[in-house]
Each structure stands twice: as C-alpha cells, then as structure tokens.
C-alpha cells in the first residue's frame, strides 16, 4: 500500500512543470543584470547558458542553486540544438527567454575575416532564432521573449556594419514574431539600447579616454527593459538619447545621420 502511495506521489510530481527563465551572454554586462533582476521573479530557475563552464559556475556561486548551468556554444548547431532536449527532460515552462549573447567587431567591413563574419551572424541571427523556436513550445499565455538589439538598428552604421545589420535583423524579426504571438499571449520585445557601460566598449583611441554621448549602466537597460516586457510593449528604448536616436532615424534623411556618425568618428580619431 505504501508503495501504492509512493509511486501515485512520484506521477504527481512528475507532472508539476518548474516556470524556468533562459539567460544567454549571462556571464556579464547586461545578461548578468538579467540574472540579478530574474532572482526576484516567481521563477523556480535561472538557466543561464554559455560555452564557458569556470564563469557559469560564478553565477551560481553568486547566486545559489537557483542557477542552472548549461554549457554550450550557440554557435554550434548540434551545441544549439541539444537544449531541447534538455528542456524535455526537465519538464519546464518557459516564463522568460532572455536573447542576450552577441558579439560586435568596430572595424572596416573589409578588414573582417570570413569566420569573424560567420561567428557573428551565427551568435547575433542564427542563434536566437532557432533557441526561440526551441522554446516556444515551452511558453503560455505571459511568457515573454527579449531579444538584445540595440539602436544601431535603427539605421546603417559604418564601422560597426555587420554589428547595426544583425541588429537590426533581430529587430525585425522581433517585432514580427510579436505580432504572430500575439493570440498566444506571448510577447516579443526588441531591447534597444545604445551605449552601455560594460566591457564590450573600447575605452582608449590612441591613449585618449573615449566619451560616449548618453552612456548607460546595464542595470538601467535591465529594470526598463523588465518594466516594458511586463507592460507588453514591443521595443524597450532605455533613455531619452535613444529615444531621439529612434526619433531622428525616422524623420531625418538617412545619409545625414551617417554623416553625423563619420564626423564623430573622425573626432574621436583625431583626439
């Protein structure tokens, strides 16, 4: 009888799903915020994923056994693909999926070798397309998608081209993905800032400290970016210099604001 019973409490709990949330790029800047805000959610987990274990395992030293490490390389489609499975195994809803990793190269298009072009669209498209795709089936009514795209998407940017058209892709895409989830209940959010204070920025040209105009710390992006999720807004624009970047990128000739890109450019090379 008692094994009756045992085998009766191990079904039931079987069928309890953990509300998980899914953090790439966790490790710092941005994806990190992420994981500090997410703790004060009703979550059950934090799954926070990246190829490398050593900076992974600091979260969860930081942050306790809420943290699940997955280690993979988003990069690499079987890598990619695998978390299905383990999203199977541990029987989840998805209440957030956090679209963080991206790598940026501030250079002429030119100077890009093949597989920086590669690793680039692989991390910044290809890879939070098909995780989404991954995870859809695992979200209800109220999860939310946020995809980290920046107001380089606004409008072509030379010097960091590759970096403002993937971006620009993940808008795009994100606003339309939006749209189709819309019956669901789920809601698909570009996150837009521009400059953020985090270890991605170039802090010296030619030993001359680099000012960057309207600058962010990545906890404010986070807590407004939370703030428009939860409002079902789809694009989070974190500052009132972005919102004139949006602004200016709408109204104003394309060619102008690339003029005044270049000029800022050579500014900072002549400091």
Not at 80 to 90: D, P, R
Not at 196 to 217: A, N
Not at 245 to 257: E, H, S, V
């Amino acid at each position: 009888m008692k094994q009756r019973k045992d085998r009766k409490f191990e079904l039931k709990n079987q069928c309890i799903h953990q509300k998980i949330a899914i953090v790439t790029g966790a490790s710092g800047g941005i994806g990190k915020e992420f994981v500090c805000e997410l703790m004060k959610e009703d979550i059950d987990k934090i799954w926070v994923v990246g190829r490398n274990a050593e900076r992974l395992s600091l979260l969860q030293k930081q942050y306790g056994d809420k943290i699940v490490c997955v280690c993979k390389d988003l990069t690499d489609s079987q890598d990619l693909l695998s978390i299905e499975a383990l999203l199977v195994e541990q029987n989840v809803i998805i209440s957030y999926l956090i679209n963080n990793a991206g790598i940026a190269q501030m250079k002429p298009s030119k100077d890009l070798q093949p597989q920086e072009i590669e690793k680039t669209i692989l991390l910044n498209c290809y890879a939070p397309v098909v995780l989404t795709n991954i995870c859809l089936p695992f979200m209800k009514k109220g999860s939310i998608v946020m995809n980290i795209s920046s107001a380089s998407a606004f409008q072509p940017v030379p010097y960091i081209n590759l970096y403002a058209a993937t971006k620009s892709f993940e808008k795009s895409y994100s606003l339309a993905l939006n749209e189709e989830l819309k019956n669901l209940g789920i809601n698909v959010i570009a996150v837009c800032p521009s400059w953020v204070d985090t270890d991605m920025l170039i802090r010296e040209i030619h030993g001359k400290k680099v000012k960057f105009p309207g600058i962010v710390t990545p906890k404010q992006v986070v807590i407004k970016a939370m703030e428009d999720a939860k409002m079902g807004k789809e694009l989070s624009i974190c500052s009132i210099y972005v919102k004139c970047q949006y602004f200016y990128a709408k109204f104003m000739p394309r060619q102008w604001i690339m003029k005044i890109w270049m000029r800022s450019l050579r500014k900072l090379d002549h400091n």
